[in-house]
């Protein structure tokens, strides 16, 4: 018997008890020539012992934390990659932690708590994750070129004392050819486009907002266009600021024609330049420069939404024409206001949200007549009502949301994303008739708005309809290619209710990888595993529940959760009790 220091690597195939149950002998036949192609290759390299292997995962030893850490990386991603052609649900996932401590070593095996410790961090690593103790972190650090991501103390089972815990951020080096959007062909049924973010070339940084408000007004009003497939907003912001090839940006967004355009402010005057291109070609279709007081601004926009439609000769309805010919406000800082207050609602945070709401409520006190700002103030309170601790009156909140949006609609009454949101309101408080006629309503007048269509599915799933909600939720991702977490949380719901359980975990591992710190995708994922008798990935996600939210209460969770099904209701509570988490 040997005392000694050592890096101690634990990892475990995510979902082996499903994965076995659908098909044992290819997954024995796969995770064998992962293990024989993938990994034994890897130790090799980086200096890693094999101490024993267990029927879903490794324990590995390391002389070095450093190596153990580059091991790690470079073993999640050639998994990645390996198993990238695999159909979702079915691909081999690792999970993986790391501890560096005093070992016993006996007939080739290890113990002790540096070997206990790296099996409880490896039970906290998201899937594709890696979790790190403190020790190895710091050893790690500048030594390695990663992000760390701190997640604080953690009480680990069957560990005395509290451990402070890292992620390692896992970049996988073929992310980008894997992306949404990696390559789509543009719709033959109507002109599709996308707007490139306008360059602000102005000296002055505070001309941003300027820049990032003229393209987003863009965008808005062409998506209302029944007879144009538009990409929304969080599709071209990773454009933003960077040379483009415009043949391959067509390739994968799939639109056949790109809007690019510049901003220079100076003073009270505004010079916007805009050109539109035909993707494949390069070639221009029309450029145009414009020279306006700031104040006329958004007329400058009409005048460059007008001429878009009018080069890519698309014929609107009567509706349509009003809509190009007036915008929400004529107030500058009323606009810059519901833009910034906007985007802080979207974050989804308490104080986030909070302090979007102030801004927007100054928008709308300069203007009371700014229809836009009336349905963003709407989506802030009502996260504020729907989400525990963050409103001292929730039942003034939802108040407040339910009058917000009935300005906005006196003010625009076909709006589909203020409708859209309303109906989840009403969902919320468990009005599903006039709910559904809203979102039935919005999708409508949608066309291109995808937050509008999924927001309506949302909806259509609470009433009973998830097979709608799922081709609600396709349409949405296809016009918005980098979509939120909450698009495929939902899309996971209604694979659940539909008793698709390899499609909503796939969904739930997606919703993972845009927003780790989504906790309700933690909830589904512990109610599912339960479900399927898959103890220790329900143990995982209870203890990220737990991590997120101490006080959670399955009761509490489930009664915020409109279901018009009462059977789905206690089936969803049922699951979660199931998994360990508290009523």
């Given at each position: 018997?040997?005392r000694?220091?050592?890096?101690?690597l634990a990892?475990?195939?995510?979902?082996?008890?499903?994965l076995?149950?659908?098909d044992?002998?290819?997954?024995?036949?796969?995770?064998?020539?992962?293990?024989?192609t993938?990994?034994?290759?890897?130790?090799?390299?980086?200096r890693g012992?094999?101490?024993?292997?267990m029927?879903d995962?490794?324990?590995?030893e390391?002389a070095?934390?450093?190596?153990?850490?580059?091991c790690?990386m470079?073993?999640?991603?050639?998994?990645?990659q390996?198993?990238a052609?695999i159909?979702?649900?079915?691909?081999?996932?690792?999970?993986?932690?790391?501890?560096?401590?005093?070992?016993?070593a006996?007939?080739?095996d290890i113990?002790?708590?540096?070997?206990?410790i790296?099996a409880?961090?490896?039970g906290?690593?998201r899937?594709g994750g890696?979790?790190?103790?403190?020790?190895?972190?710091r050893?790690?650090?500048?030594?390695i070129d990663a992000?760390?991501?701190d997640?604080?103390e953690q009480k680990?089972?069957?560990?005395?004392d509290?451990?402070?815990?890292?992620?390692?951020?896992?970049?996988?080096?073929?992310?980008e050819?894997?992306?949404?959007?990696?390559?789509?062909?543009?719709?033959?049924?109507?002109p599709?486009?996308?707007?490139?973010?306008f360059?602000?070339?102005?000296?002055?940084?505070?001309?941003?907002?300027?820049?990032?408000?003229?393209?987003?007004?863009?965008?808005?009003?062409?998506?209302?266009?029944?007879k144009l497939?538009?990409?929304?907003?969080?599709s071209v912001l990773?454009?933003?600021?960077?040379a483009?090839?415009?043949?391959?940006?067509?390739?994968?967004?799939?639109?056949?024609?790109?809007?690019?355009?510049?901003?220079?402010?100076?003073?009270?005057?505004?010079?916007i330049?805009?050109?539109?291109?035909?993707?494949?070609s390069?070639?221009?279709?029309?450029?145009?420069r414009?020279?306006?007081?700031?104040s006329d601004?958004?007329?400058l926009?009409d005048?460059?939404t007008k001429e878009?439609?009018s080069a890519?000769q698309?014929?609107?309805?009567e509706?349509e024409?009003?809509k190009?010919?007036?915008?929400?406000t004529?107030?500058?800082?009323?606009?810059q206001?519901?833009?910034?207050?906007?985007d802080?609602?979207?974050?989804?945070?308490k104080d986030?949200?909070?302090?979007g709401?102030?801004l927007i409520?100054?928008?709308t006190?300069l203007?009371?007549?700014y229809?836009?700002?009336?349905?963003?103030?709407s989506?802030?309170?009502?996260k504020?009502?729907?989400?525990?601790?963050w409103?001292?009156?929730?039942?003034?909140?939802f108040e407040?949301a339910?009058?917000?949006s009935?300005?906005?609609?006196?003010l625009?009454?076909?709006?589909?994303?203020?409708?859209?949101?309303?109906?989840?309101i009403?969902?919320?408080?468990?009005?599903?008739?006039?709910?559904?006629?809203?979102?039935?309503?919005?999708?409508?007048?949608?066309?291109s708005?995808?937050?509008?269509i999924?927001?309506?599915?949302?909806t259509?799933?609470?009433?009973g309809?998830?097979?709608e909600?799922?081709?609600?939720?396709?349409l949405?991702?296809?016009?918005?290619?980098v979509f939120?977490?909450?698009?495929?949380?939902?899309?996971?719901?209604c694979?659940?209710?539909l008793e698709q359980t390899?499609?909503?975990?796939a969904?739930?591992?997606?919703?993972?990888d845009?927003?780790?710190d989504?906790?309700?995708?933690?909830?589904?994922f512990?109610?599912?595993?339960?479900?399927?008798?898959?103890?220790?990935?329900a143990d995982?996600?209870?203890?990220?529940?737990?991590?997120?939210?101490p006080?959670?209460?399955a009761?509490r969770?489930v009664?915020s959760?409109?279901?018009?099904?009462?059977?789905?209701?206690?089936?969803?509570?049922?699951?979660?009790r199931?998994?360990?988490?508290?009523d």
């Amino acid at each position: 018997m040997e005392r000694r220091l050592a890096a101690v690597l634990a990892a475990d195939v995510v979902g082996y008890t499903r994965l076995m149950g659908a098909d044992e002998a290819g997954t024995l036949r796969r995770l064998t020539e992962l293990r024989e192609t993938v990994l034994e290759p890897l130790l090799i390299k980086h200096r890693g012992r094999i101490v024993k292997l267990m029927g879903d995962g490794l324990l590995v030893e390391f002389a070095s934390a450093v190596d153990s850490v580059a091991c790690a990386m470079a073993w999640q991603d050639k998994v990645a990659q390996h198993e990238a052609a695999i159909e979702a649900g079915k691909a081999l996932q690792f999970r993986i932690g790391i501890n560096v401590g005093d070992v016993i070593a006996e007939d080739g095996d290890i113990h002790g708590d540096g070997v206990n410790i790296a099996a409880r961090l490896e039970g906290l690593a998201r899937p594709g994750g890696i979790c790190l103790s403190d020790d190895v972190y710091r050893h790690s650090r500048g030594k390695i070129d990663a992000q760390f991501e701190d997640i604080g103390e953690q009480k680990l089972k069957n560990v005395t004392d509290t451990v402070r815990v890292y992620n390692v951020v896992v970049e996988p080096s073929f992310a980008e050819d894997h992306a949404p959007g990696g390559g789509l062909s543009p719709p033959a049924d109507k002109p599709s486009i996308a707007v490139l973010p306008f360059q602000n070339i102005s000296d002055a940084r505070e001309q941003e907002f300027l820049a990032d408000g003229i393209t987003e007004e863009i965008i808005t009003t062409l998506s209302r266009i029944s007879k144009l497939f538009v990409i929304a907003r969080n599709s071209v912001l990773a454009y933003k600021g960077k040379a483009v090839d415009v043949r391959e940006v067509g390739r994968k967004l799939g639109v056949r024609f790109l809007l690019e355009g510049s901003v220079r402010g100076s003073g009270n005057k505004v010079r916007i330049t805009a050109q539109l291109i035909e993707a494949m070609s390069g070639q221009h279709m029309w450029a145009r420069r414009f020279d306006r007081e700031m104040s006329d601004v958004f007329a400058l926009q009409d005048d460059i939404t007008k001429e878009i439609v009018s080069a890519l000769q698309v014929e609107l309805t009567e509706g349509e024409q009003a809509k190009l010919a007036a915008s929400n406000t004529r107030n500058v800082e009323a606009w810059q206001l519901a833009f910034e207050g906007r985007d802080l609602v979207y974050l989804h945070r308490k104080d986030s949200v909070r302090k979007g709401r102030k801004l927007i409520e100054q928008a709308t006190a300069l203007d009371p007549d700014y229809a836009f700002a009336w349905g963003s103030l709407s989506e802030a309170h009502w996260k504020e009502a729907a989400n525990e601790g963050w409103s001292d009156s929730p039942e003034r909140s939802f108040e407040l949301a339910l009058e917000a949006s009935d300005k906005a609609l006196t003010l625009e009454p076909d709006n589909a994303e203020v409708l859209s949101m309303r109906s989840v309101i009403l969902i919320t408080l468990r009005d599903f008739d006039n709910a559904l006629a809203l979102a039935q309503q919005a999708l409508r007048v949608a066309h291109s708005e995808a937050n509008a269509i999924a927001l309506a599915a949302i909806t259509l799933r609470c009433c009973g309809l998830a097979k709608e909600g799922l081709r609600q939720l396709e349409l949405a991702k296809r016009y918005c290619q980098v979509f939120p977490a909450w698009y495929l949380y939902n899309e996971a719901l209604c694979h659940w209710i539909l008793e698709q359980t390899d499609e909503a975990l796939a969904s739930l591992a997606g919703a993972v990888d845009i927003d780790p710190d989504f906790s309700l995708t933690y909830v589904l994922f512990a109610a599912i595993h339960a479900e399927n008798g898959d103890e220790k990935e329900a143990d995982w996600a209870v203890n990220q529940v737990l991590r997120a939210d101490p006080m959670f209460s399955a009761n509490r969770f489930v009664e915020s959760r409109p279901f018009r099904d009462p059977g789905l209701a206690t089936r969803f509570r049922n699951a979660i009790r199931l998994a360990g988490l508290p009523d």
